[in-house]
């Protein structure tokens, strides 16, 4: 039997690729990479203090912030059934039906999905497929002429992704070949295009977007995102690294996130950031504190840590950074939020169909980065949503606050996220995330001896423990945000005669596979956990009959499509 690579160990190798190739190609991504370790360092020297025994690495660390995120758009349907053949070889399943055709202000004329593991998952590409039809006659007849004139899924990289289909999997020499048919032809970025004229009518009629997928000659990464252990460290070190804010103004955001930092990283933050480490470990840390002095030693030592290794000069070619941060408020712990410097301006060149060539410019890779909170339940949804939309509404009266007064805007926009609670604790209690439950030592010992089936009553006795489960996925609102304010142009609407419909079928059909429900993972999750929970903590037979048939149901579509695992059936860490 020939010995084959284990699917998610070709996954790390193939995004430690993706980034090296990202940074060989985008020199300001890769310095933006090293701002982002040291702030990470920085916060990893306060929770040190914070928290008694706490201590990481550098390698423990680079692991940490390891995690990526892509971005990549397709033009054609056959290509993008090929996009997901590819990616199911490095165990990442299609998940959640994305339609970016109806936002308002930041609608785009494309259609996604994320591929990612269903278990555990570390890396995820968001993956994009222009709607054609979301065009007038004549503009799409054009676009799909000239799509139609490339393929960039090259026989090597169909035959591979064949084989490993028959074979269930590939072996070391194959699957190091499906890496560089990634890195070398799929992802890569090529400064050669086509048709000038359409470029320049798509741009001018609003659809940049379009004219990124269907002039070049192939598909191409538009970001590479890493994670971050605190978003407004970053982005006050960012700008001022791209000399968008003075030291001093640095500073006083660079310790104002310190500060906020001191008040949320308790150890339910500490279980949200850290989910390789063991939940003993975390905690058995002790209190510690952090002085005020001591967090502006941390923001001074970071300060200079950015002048002194010239981590990112100014003089490095970029067009800034964005004015604000798409996602819930600095306070509020769900969902995600992301933020990015700007797309950059690059040289390309046009061939024309007689053969002449056309010099130009184009703005469409940028340099994205996230933070991951609790997964909400459609309830938590729904309320996140009504905050938002008042949040973008009242901000939207005043575009200029942000820049004029940072810290105004950040109290403006988060007033209108005080409805939703601050703590994982008060989360669940009012049903808005999602958690993962299991029974305490105390609690089995107990056993046969506790009377409810509360689950914050259990957990506040020391019955029962909780973590939140983290939110894996993508906000459509924001990612429509990103990509419209890193081209400086919002969504427009399509200009068919007639706006079609996109559904989830309509993509399952073009993929040739089922999408994955993450709501539905996310709730057989904890599902799955509370029953387990109750089991040895001999509830099971004091839980409603409705109640349990009701759990055990969504228990059991937790383990998603045929070969996978649900994203919390862990064993307990």
Known sequence: MPEFVSKVDMQHRLFAELSAM??????????????????????????????????????????????????????????????????????????????????????????????????????????????????????????????????????????????????????????AALIREGTERIFKWTPRARDHALYQQLCAAGFKIAADIACFRSHHLNHLTPNTLCMDLYTGAMKFCLGEINERAALERVETALLRL?????????????????????????AGTVSDDQIEAIAASLLDELK???????????????????????????FLRQDAYRALTEAVEFEEADGSTVNATHTARFGEIEQRFYACTPEGRTLYDQCLEQAE?????????????????????????????????????????????????????????????????????????????????????????????????????ATAAKRPVYTQK?????????????????????????????RELGLLGRVAPDERDAMERSAAEFEGPPGTKGIGALAAR
């Open 22 to 175: 990202f940074g060989r190609e985008t020199p300001l991504y890769d310095r933006s990479l090293r701002v982002n370790r040291r702030c990470n360092r920085h916060v990893c020297d306060l929770l040190g203090r914070l928290h008694a025994g706490f201590s990481m690495s550098d390698r423990e660390l680079e692991r940490t912030s390891g995690e990526r995120h892509g971005a990549i758009r397709i033009g054609r349907p056959d290509e993008y059934h090929w996009v997901g053949r590819y990616f199911a070889q490095f165990a990442m399943q299609p998940h959640n039906f994305y339609d970016t055709t109806n936002l308002g202000a930041k609608s785009q004329p494309i259609i996604a999905t994320a591929f990612r593991s269903a278990r555990d998952p570390a890396h995820r590409v968001f993956v994009s497929l222009l709607m054609t039809d979301s065009f007038d006659d004549a503009t799409r007849r054009r676009i799909e002429a000239l799509l139609a004139t490339r393929q960039v899924f090259g026989p090597r990289a169909k035959e591979l992704i064949e084989k490993a289909e028959r074979q269930g999997g590939l072996e070391a020499a194959d699957a």
């Open 308 to 334: 002194a290794h010239e981590v990112l000069p100014k003089e490095l070619r970029h067009s800034g950074f964005k004015d604000t941060t798409e996602g819930p408020s600095q306070d509020t712990p769900v």
């Open 506 to 534: 309509l993509l399952e059909d073009i993929l040739g596979r089922p999408i994955v429900d993450t709501n539905a993972q996310y709730k057989g999750a904890w599902a799955e956990s509370v029953l387990a929970t109750y």
């Open 262 to 286: 001191r008040v949320q990283a308790d150890r339910d933050w500490m279980r949200l950031h850290f989910k390789a480490m063991d939940r003993a470990a975390i905690d058995g840390f002790g």
């Open 393 to 493: 509404a009242a901000i939207a009266k005043d575009p200029g606050l942000a820049k004029r007064d940072h810290a105004a805007y950040e109290a403006a926009y988060a007033s209108h996220f005080a409805p939703i609670p601050k703590t994982l604790r008060e989360l669940l209690e009012h049903g808005l995330v999602y958690g993962r439950y299991w029974a305490t030592p105390k609690g089995v010992a107990a056993r046969g001896s506790i009377t409810t089936t509360d689950l914050h009553e259990l957990v506040r006795r020391g019955f029962a423990d909780v973590e939140g489960l983290r939110y894996e996925d993508f906000l459509p609102v924001s990612a429509a945000g990103i990509f419209a304010s890193n081209l400086n142009q919002y969504g427009t609407v």
